[in-house]
Every structure is written in structure tokens, then in C-alpha cells.
């Protein structure tokens, strides 16, 4: 997600630019929030998929039901009263789904006996990565600019081959690497699950 994330923000003018013309792009800002969105879903998507197989339902439905009602009042407050467009309603909704984002990893560490503590610590790391490769990208958006499809294709798979080895080797632990490294030699059937 980080290097998808780190590409889009990069490029998207440049995308927008050649694909609809540039009066469609919305903006740094809001593009950023869309990505979070997307991760926040993925990830939150992740958790209720292992909860859903427990059948233990109660809990998620009434979390699911308390973050939907702040994401959208607090989205709908942001939108119509202090006119924030697509940036009150991203963050509306992050805000509702970041209670999902709390307790469904709770849910999730109950169910296979690992605490908060050690899911925190683990996510700590590429936490910072992400954040200070996206912060680059925010930074450095203004300064991409491609006129054709042809260095669009060329500068977006140099700027995904960079941003994934930096993430890969400074945004991952070497245990996370090496467990990383495994799945995808069984994947590749190159070797037996352990």
C-alpha cells in the first residue's frame, strides 16, 4: 500500500493530466485522504474477515453500527456546515472507521491470543516508513510533472521499483523480511508451508 500509495500521490496530476485534463484533479490533500481510506478498508477488511469466521457477530455489528453513525454525521457536519468538500467527508469517514481500526484488532487478538501491545509494536516500523514516504511524495508532487503516457509508464515503474526496496528493507523488520520471503516461495511453490 505504501509503494501504490507513495506512485499515485507522485503522479496522479500528471495521470489526471493526460487522461481528463487537469481541472479534475482535487488536490494533494484529498488524494492522500482517499489512499488512507482505501488502506483503513483494506486492513479493517482483514480483521472482519477472521472475526466473521468466529461467528462471534454481536460485537462487530454494534461497533460496525456506532463507527457508521459517527463517520457519517460527522462527514455530513463537515460537508454542510463548515464546507469541506471532499476533505470533511474523508475525514468524517476516517474518523468513524478508526474505531473499527482500534477495536477490531482488539477483537481479532482476543481470538488468536495476541495482545494490542505486540499488533502495535509490530506495525510500528512501517508505520514511520509509510508516513515519511508519503510525506516525501506530498512534498514532491508539485516538482513530477511527465507531457506523455510513455514517461508517465517509464517514471511511475521507477518510482514503484524505489519506494518498494526502500520499503522492503528499511519500512520491515528482518524477521518480517524473512517471513515475507517464505510466503512467497510457498505462493510460488517453491517450498512447503512450515
Known amino acids: 500500500t505504501t509503494v501504490a500509495g507513495v506512485t499515485i500521490l507522485l503522479w496522479h496530476k ?9 481541472e479534475y484533479n482535487a488536490g494533494a490533500l484529498p488524494t492522500l485522504l482517499i489512499l488512507l481510506l482505501a488502506v483503513q478498508f483494506v486492513l479493517i477488511r482483514n ?8 461467528l462471534d457477530l454481536r460485537r462487530k455489528v454494534v461497533t460496525g453500527f456506532l463507527s457508521t453513525a459517527v463517520a457519517l454525521g460527522l ?3 463537515l460537508v454542510r456546515f463548515y464546507d469541506t468538500g471532499i476533505t470533511g467527508l474523508c475525514l468524517g469517514f476516517l474518523t468513524g472507521r478508526a474505531i473499527l481500526s482500534l ?3 482488539w477483537l481479532v487478538g482476543r481470538i488468536l491470543s495476541v495482545p494490542l501491545s505486540s499488533q502495535l509494536k509490530g506495525i510500528l516500523r512501517p508505520a514511520i516508513i509509510s508516513i515519511l514516504l508519503c510525506g516525501m511524495a506530498l512534498r514532491l508532487e508539485m516538482l513530477f510533472m511527465v507531457k506523455s503516457w510513455v514517461q508517465l509508464v517509464f517514471s511511475s515503474g521507477l518510482t514503484v521499483t524505489v519506494v518498494a526496496l526502500i520499503a522492503f ?12 520471503l517464505n510466503r512467497f516461495q510457498v ?8
Open 14 to 22: 500528471s495521470f489526471l493530466q493526460l487522461w481528463v485534463g487537469a
Open 47 to 54: 480483521d472482519a474477515n477472521i472475526i466473521d469466521l468466529t
Open 75 to 77: 462527514a455530513g457536519v
Open 103 to 105: 477495536v477490531y484488532p
Open 169 to 180: 528493507y528499511f519500512g520491515i523488520s528482518h524477521e518480517q523480511r524473512r517471513q515475507m
Open 187 to 194: 505462493l510460488m511453490g517453491r517450498q512447503q508451508i512450515a
